[in-house]
């Protein structure tokens, strides 16, 4: 009975340590676009869409993100990674930086 306890138990740690380890963090992009923001409250977000109709959701605090109301041209340094939005899979950015641009 305890070889099996053991064997459990050991395979139950090598699942669990491979479930938790991540992969190397991808680099930074910066990437520069329309941002405006869409969906209606609560679940409304910022989103970047660029001259090649790529878009990414703009994933950044409060503060910041309340500055965006009005639709404007921003370079923005992020990591994309994928995730849903209302359920749908899109790239989404996590912004290191962003910048306004003039027209």
């Not at 969906?39 to 109709?53: C, K, N, V």
């Given at each position: 009975?305890s070889v099996?306890?053991s064997a459990?138990?050991a395979?139950?740690?090598l699942?669990?340590?491979?479930c938790?380890?991540?992969?190397p963090?991808e680099?930074?992009i910066?990437v520069?676009?329309?941002?405006?923001?869409?969906?209606?409250?609560?679940?409304a977000a910022?989103?970047?869409?660029?001259?090649?109709q790529?878009?990414y959701?703009?994933?950044?605090d409060?503060?910041?993100?309340?500055?965006?109301m009005?639709?404007?041209?921003y370079r923005?340094?992020?990591?994309?990674?994928r995730?849903?939005w209302?359920?749908?899979?899109?790239?989404h950015?996590a912004?290191?930086s962003?910048?306004r641009m003039?027209?």
């Amino acid at each position: 009975m305890s070889v099996i306890r053991s064997a459990l138990v050991a395979t139950a740690l090598l699942v669990f340590t491979g479930c938790v380890s991540t992969g190397p963090a991808e680099p930074p992009i910066t990437v520069q676009g329309l941002v405006s923001f869409r969906g209606a409250e609560p679940f409304a977000a910022a989103w970047l869409e660029t001259d090649m109709q790529t878009f990414y959701v703009l994933v950044m605090d409060d503060a910041r993100g309340a500055a965006l109301m009005t639709p404007a041209m921003y370079r923005v340094t992020g990591r994309v990674y994928r995730d849903s939005w209302n359920g749908i899979p899109m790239a989404h950015l996590a912004v290191d930086s962003m910048q306004r641009m003039d027209r």
